[in-house]
């Protein structure tokens, strides 16, 4: 069976999952982050098999998130190195590692960030750019774009309706989104 794709949906989130949402795909990008760029490194660290290495670093490379150089010619080798737009993927990896060191370690914090000078552990938050704002979903939310459909702006409209308490079904009936257009945009 073929897997559904989110690529023309136009929610953000969807279309980056397209990129990164397998879970091979994640933890390649990690361990890329931590230097590593050769395949056989890749595949000893994460112990994945050739076959879907091989289709996980062509993917990634695809997406642009990986770059594919050669450092052999014989035989052809290559190594996998971040581009720009894997390189920016980090913070979510960041934010990621202190989920799961919230949540999900009963054992106790196995990997955590530390600012390099102070060697203080860190806690990932998400702040406005232009404010410093730390993000709050009791005072954020998300917010139709200019290129918004209406199934678009009905999901939002209903996302900011829960965030404030307000009656969810008002919110649907005020954006009048058709069902068609509310999946098409997931």
């Known amino acids: 069976m073929q897997r559904k794709t989110f690529r023309d949906m136009q929610c953000p989130i969807a279309r980056s999952l397209e990129r990164v949402g397998e879970w091979w795909s994640i933890l390649i990008l990690r361990e890329a982050g931590y230097g590593t760029t050769r395949f056989d490194d890749f595949q000893r660290r994460l112990d994945i098999a050739p076959n879907m290495l091989t289709r996980r ?21 290559f190594e996998y190195v971040l581009t720009d737009a894997g390189r920016d993927f980090r913070p979510v990896l960041w934010a990621l590692l202190a989920w ?14 530390v600012d390099r000078e102070t060697g203080q552990v860190v806690e990932p938050v998400v702040v406005d750019a232009v404010t410093g704002v730390r993000l709050d979903p009791k005072r954020h939310v998300p917010s139709a774009g200019p290129v918004a459909t209406q199934g678009m702006r ?27 257009e509310v999946a098409a945009d997931r």
Do not use: M, W
């Open 57 to 77: 670093l062509n993917a990634l490379v695809e997406e642009g998130l990986l770059a594919r150089r050669q450092y052999c010619d014989r035989p052809p080798r």
């Open 100 to 113: 799961g060191n919230r949540h999900f370690a009963p054992e106790g914090i196995a990997a955590q960030l």
């Open 154 to 180: 009905a999901r939002l409209a209903r996302a900011a309706a829960f965030a404030t308490g307000q009656p969810v079904a008002e919110a649907e009936g005020k954006a009048e989104a058709s069902s068609e």
